[in-house]
């Protein structure tokens, strides 16, 4: 990966490292990743997933032909084969298509991911830099709340949740994030703080830049990196935690697939059915080991001085 | 010497480990055929619970769990043969109704002693009637409600229960009846909640001889720890989460068992049961119909099926706020002709069940299905007959109903019970294709229970009864049975219903061929007003550890001869 | 040291008291009737007796009212009693938390006495074949989901090759904590539940190993001739240590939270399972307690972390 490339072979690479030192963070990073294999491919694998998720509905219509939920119990717990593309995967207990499910379900999966890190992110970076610029009560609240978040277990909390309510994607999505902002607030507060003593900083403060001109010029765009990358690797923990949830029944509801929910009678079907079983693990697997892969490559790409933040620990709530 | 030694040693070794290994039955299998047909003492049942019992007291209990565990303990002075579901003596030996039906004796059977050596009297039936009466919590009610001064002593105008007579030193128990009761004798042996309760220790916490109705027997300690026991078992300890554990009762009136332990294990669901049986950690249990195919291809285990004593159907409540039509006739049995029983049966059940059309199951001498329709799957007909009933198909697919709205409700189920799921997920593309809309919730048992009570804010819903096996559908179909807690929960009303179930249960024709007519009459009308879509009965699939000897499980009964159960090693 | 833990306890106070705010607020959050589910099966009681019940547990007074007589009774460990089981919930809670304890304990040992010698190997082997096996061994296990890691491992080991038991603490009949039987039903939770944390913490570890082997006080002490291994297991490792007992943050919460669904699985009468049960039969109170100890089992260990941080790097001294 990018960090051996540098550190083996400095000699060579050196007359190309002082010739970018002028040429800006992104196109940097962009020439690092361009030798990490492996990040790539799993860019690769992820673009793909997206892509076939994202034109399920034309899928399912017109190569599949056969809907997500469309029955046909008869024909329950085929084997996969290759006789029909609807049948690549097999069928599960209903006779429905195990192969298009999937595929809805990454769908589902990726929405809410994506979505909840989004949710994440503004609340984490509007929480974090306002209470790292201002300090004071607003700073003392925002950090209880957020000690306060991390000491409840989020499947515990989401359990109270799941008491009150069925959540759709949407309002699900959300209170995902609404609960996964903590680690951002934390690094977007910790980098704040040593942001605005320096001195560009300063000098926007003495010349009577509001507050907000402050934050959104000079410290938001320096943070922003940092936050992607972080925002990545929640989407990951945010697919495993719904998951997680929709096995347990709490969270998307069947008909609509979510790789969770297919799971959930699943211990049933290990002997009529193993390919049930271990689709949709797999599928979560993949996609949450591309999302670190990604994550970890976009972060070594941009500074791999950073290499001991943001990918541990407390942010991968299962 | 030394390679003696050696030799001597590894087989001390050998032998040592062999018998600590963990095995299931509590006992270490020993090489070499004992070849006796001798029944052989020791060892451990272990029967598999999805929860634990809430409570270890029959009057308040209405959850599976916990009558798996009061039913080890307090017996009934009649039980339901195992096969054939007649009524057959158990603590009482003679029972006999007058001939005009208004008065039932039991003669109790001689020398009958509790676990802890107080003698069982009538007293004992008493008291638990009386409890019934005065429970706030307990469902049971109806089964006592005519006997002579029940109205009075239950609101304590009374201090005892004017009909009830015990004599000849607590052996006989006479019961007078207002009207005739003709169930009588299946029914009130367990003087109501099918147990009865060791009245010597029970005083202690609640006195039945009095007239405050405030106190009652719903909240004491002893409803979580047993005091004494008539059945087979004594109740050891409870561990929460863990399991219940029974040892053998050596003053059991049938003979003490030869299986020195019982234990009900809790499991966090049916499919862990159905693993546990699998490897061995459960002696015995049934398994659902979409296991049945890997759990008889086990080594270890033999198998047995027969036809349960009940059936699982579609509740469509003819209150619903939200729901009028299922008020109207026509679209309840459009319901039943737009759902595919049959594809049910065989791909949900497996084959391994019943259809049924009708309330009284196959397993009743009252069953008889001629001249019942048998709605088979029809898509077109069930259009028509809604369209029949006034509604008009939208653009989107969706039928409106005379009042304009979308035909639209919510079919409910618990989780947990898989074949329910899956009806529930085929019935809502079924429900599709003739144009209504279902809304599929899973809740867990309680919650739906709770939900389901009779009401008008839920729609329809899939559950199962169990049925003794006496049939008195009274409770179920009877028009005044739509109280909270009761069990009319479909808004069923129906005055030639009413009447016939009157018939059945009062007489004055109490005999089985005028019971039976009366009961086809009640059939007749369920099968043609469909306040249920009547779906299936299932069968038992049991199985035990081949070990395990004279097991010999039917409709009525798995355990009617627990204490002659041994295992052979 | 005595000062910094006192200290860190009553820092821990108003964090405690921001979750029993949360919890208290969610949980009367429910549309449903705290009465109704309360009664459950009783059917006799008149609407005048149900206001008066109503009154009674001061459900008619202000919500800030109900909080603070809610934080009186929680302070006397008395959460009331469960709806469903009728039973002091504090004495159901109490009867779970040690055998989830169990697996925690369990896990963040077997956790660091895979995790640090594998976290060790991949530095000292950088480059090589181990070293790549180990770092893609640590991204794939930490991206599985464990409660599908779980399933497969009780279906595959425990149902079909029998190599494992298929749950519950010990055999039916056997009763004891510290004995092989128990040590054999706990290989199966600890395995599934440490998989996330035996993964991360060789990235982790590899790195600070590397940073740290190239200092000058390793190459002085290489120098002055130690023996290879003194000088790793000695220098290398204690200050390779610190980020990995920051990591203790993620796996706390990792076990304490993923408990509940591995309890799920494997059977396992632990808090975890029992807070799911009581949250599928709408069993409030008995949520709330779960909810309540759980986050008091973190905020303990997340006290605990800190202080072993103090102890592992004598640059944090008592601040």
Not at chain 1, 214 to 232: D, E, G, K, W, Y
Not at chain 1, 261 to 269: D, E, S
Not at chain 2, 265 to 283: F, H, P, Q, R
Not at chain 2, 384 to 406: F, H, I, N
């Amino acid at each position: 990966m990018a960090t051996d490339a540098t550190t083996v072979a400095p000699a060579a690479a050196q007359p190309a490292e002082i010739r970018r030192a002028t040429a800006g963070l992104w196109s940097d990073a962009l020439w690092r990743l361009r030798r990490d294999p492996t990040t790539i491919a799993a860019l690769v694998v992820l673009v793909t997933m997206v892509t076939l998720a994202l034109g399920a509905d034309v899928l399912a219509d017109n190569f599949f032909k056969w809907s997500f939920s469309k029955q046909d119990i008869l024909s329950s717990y085929e084997k996969p084969s290759l006789s029909e593309p609807a049948m690549w995967l097999g069928s599960d207990q209903l006779g429905r298509s195990q192969v298009v499910r999937l595929l809805y379900g990454a769908r589902v999966s990726l929405f809410i991911g994506t979505f909840g890190a989004a949710t994440s992110m503004l609340i984490g970076i509007v929480l974090g830099v306002t209470a790292g610029y201002f300090r004071g009560w607003w700073d003392d609240l925002v950090v209880w709340l957020v000690t306060t978040l991390n000491s409840i277990p989020t499947l515990f909390l989401l359990l109270i949740v799941g008491l009150l309510f069925r959540l759709a994607p949407l309002p699900l999505a959300i209170f995902l994030g609404a609960l996964g902002w903590l680690g951002i607030a934390n690094l977007a507060r910790g980098q704040t703080i040593s942001l605005r003593e320096r001195e560009y900083v300063l000098a926007a403060r003495t010349i009577g830049a509001t507050p907000f001109r402050v934050m959104s010029r000079h410290i938001f765009p320096n943070i922003l990196p940092l936050m992607i990358i972080l925002a990545m690797t929640d989407v990951g923990g945010l697919i495993l935690t719904e998951s997680a949830l929709s096995y347990l029944g709490f969270g998307i509801q069947p008909p609509v697939p979510s790789w969770g929910n297919m799971l959930t009678g699943a211990t049933q079907f290990l002997s009529k059915g193993p390919w049930l079983v271990y689709a949709p693990g797999v599928m979560i697997w993949i996609t949450v080991l591309c999302l670190y892969l990604v994550g970890d490559g976009l972060r070594d790409a941009l500074d791999p001085r950073l290499r001991g933040v943001g990918g541990t620990g407390g942010n991968r709530k299962k | 010497m030394r390679r003696l030694t050696a030799v001597l040693g590894t087989v001390l070794l050998v032998a040592v480990s062999c018998s600590q290994a963990p095995t299931s039955t509590g006992t270490s299998p020993t090489p070499g055929p004992s070849a006796s047909d001798q029944p052989q003492m020791g060892g451990r049942i272990v029967f598999g619970a999805t929860g634990d019992p809430k409570t270890m007291q029959p009057v308040i209990a209405t959850d599976t769990q916990s009558s798996e565990i009061w039913n080890k303990l307090y017996l009934s002075l009649t039980r339901a043969n195992y096969k054939t579901g007649e009524t057959e003596p158990n603590l009482a030996e003679k029972f006999a109704l007058s001939s005009d039906g208004l008065t039932l004796t039991y003669t109790l059977r001689d020398n009958l002693v509790w676990s802890d050596g107080t003698p069982f009297t009538g007293e004992d039936w008493k008291y638990t009637a009386e409890a019934v009466a005065r429970s706030a919590k307990t469902v049971r009610k109806s089964t006592l409600q005519d006997i002579v001064g029940w109205a009075d002593y239950r609101d304590g105008k009374t201090d005892s229960l004017a009909g009830v007579t015990i004599g000849n030193n607590g052996k006989t128990i006479e019961i007078k009846f207002a009207k005739v009761f003709c169930p009588a004798t299946a029914a009130l042996g367990g003087a109501g909640a099918g147990g009865i309760l060791p009245s010597v220790h029970f005083k202690k916490v609640w006195d039945n001889k009095t007239t405050d109705t405030k106190t009652n027997i719903d909240d004491n300690p002893l409803n979580m720890n047993p005091p004494a026991s008539m059945g087979p078992w004594i109740f050891k300890e409870f561990k929460p989460g863990v399991q219940v554990t029974f040892v053998k009762n050596d003053k059991y009136f049938r003979g003490a068992p030869f299986v020195d332990e019982l234990v009900v294990k809790t499991y966090a669901d049916a499919t862990a049961v159905k693993n546990a049986l699998v490897t061995g950690e459960v002696t015995y249990g049934s398994v659902e119909a979409k296991d049945n195919d890997e759990v008889s291809k086990s080594d270890a285990l033999k198998g047995v099926r027969y036809k349960s004593s009940g059936y699982t159907y579609i509740g469509w409540n003819a209150k619903a706020a939200k729901a009028p039509w299922l008020a109207n006739r026509d679209v309840r049995q459009a319901l039943w002709y737009g759902i595919n029983v049959n594809a049910i049966m065989q791909k949900i059940l497996f084959g391994l069940g019943t259809q049924v059309y009708a309330h009284n199951p196959p397993t009743s001498w009252a069953y008889d299905p001629s001249g019942l329709t048998q709605y088979a799957n029809d898509v077109a007909k069930a259009k028509s007959l809604l369209e029949k009933a006034g509604a008009k198909m939208g653009t989107d697919g969706v039928y409106r109903w005379t009042d304009g709205q979308p035909m639209r409700m919510r079919i409910e189920t618990n989780q947990g019970n898989n074949a329910r799921e899956t009806i529930l997920q085929f019935a809502q593309e079924q429900y599709k294709a003739i144009g209504i809309q279902i809304d599929p919730l899973l809740e867990s048992f309680n919650a739906l229970l709770d939900r389901t009570d009779p009401g008008t804010d839920y729609e329809g819903f899939i559950l199962g009864w169990s049925l003794g096996a006496d049939p008195d559908p009274y409770s179920i179909w009877h028009s005044s049975q739509q109280g909270k807690g009761q069990f009319n929960n479909v808004g069923y009303s129906s005055p030639a219903v009413d009447q016939a179930l009157l018939d059945n249960r009062n007489g004055p024709d109490c005999s089985q061929a005028g019971r039976k007519a009366a009961l086809k009459k009640v059939d007749q009308n369920l099968n043609q007003d469909a306040p249920y879509t009547f779906l299936y009965a299932a069968d038992v699939n049991f199985y035990a550890n081949k070990q395990l000897q004279n097991v010999d499980p039917n409709t009525y009964s798995t355990t009617w001869n627990v204490e002659k159960w041994w295992f052979k090693k | 040291m005595g000062r910094f833990i006192a200290r860190r306890l009553v820092q821990a106070i108003p964090t405690l008291f921001g979750v029993l705010v949360l919890t208290f607020l969610l949980t009367r959050l429910s549309p449903a009737d705290p009465v109704q589910l309360m009664l459950g099966g009783q059917y006799d009681i008149t609407p005048e007796d149900r206001e008066r019940l109503r009154d009674s547990l001061g459900l008619n007074d202000p919500l800030p009212l109900q909080f603070v007589s809610w934080l009186w009774h929680v302070i006397q460990f008395d959460f009331g009693n469960s709806f469903y089981y009728h039973r002091p919930v504090i004495q159901m809670i109490g009867e779970r938390i040690p055998n989830s304890l169990q697996i925690s304990i369990s896990a963040l040992l077997i956790t660091v006495a895979v995790g640090v010698p594998l976290g060790v190997l991949a530095a000292l082997r950088r480059g090589g074949i181990v070293d790549h096996a180990i770092r893609i061994f640590s991204v794939s296990g930490h991206a599985i989901p464990t409660f599908w890691f779980g399933l497969i491992f009780v279906l595959v080991l425990g149902v079909q090759l029998r190599w494992f038991p298929i749950g519950s603490m010990n055999v039916v009949g056997t009763d004891c904590t510290f004995c092989w039987d128990r040590f054999w039903h706990l290989i199966g939770p600890v395995a599934v539940i440490s998989i996330g944390g035996i993964a991360n913490l060789p990235r982790i570890l590899r790195t600070e190993v590397l940073e740290v082997i190239s200092q000058d006080y390793v190459r002085t002490a290489r120098s002055k001739g130690l023996r290879e291994n003194a000088v790793i297991w000695a220098h290398v490792l204690r200050n390779a240590l610190i980020p990995v007992v920051t990591l203790f943050g993620g796996l706390l919460t990792i076990f304490v939270g993923g408990s509940l669904v591995i309890e799920q699985v494997f059977n396992w009468p632990g808090l975890g399972r029992l807070t799911f049960e009581a949250a599928v039969n709408k069993d409030y109170p008995l949520v709330q307690a779960g909810v309540v100890f759980s986050s008091l089992l973190l905020i303990l260990s997340y006290i605990v972390r800190d202080i072993s941080y103090a102890i592992v790097d004598p640059r944090i001294k008592v601040r």
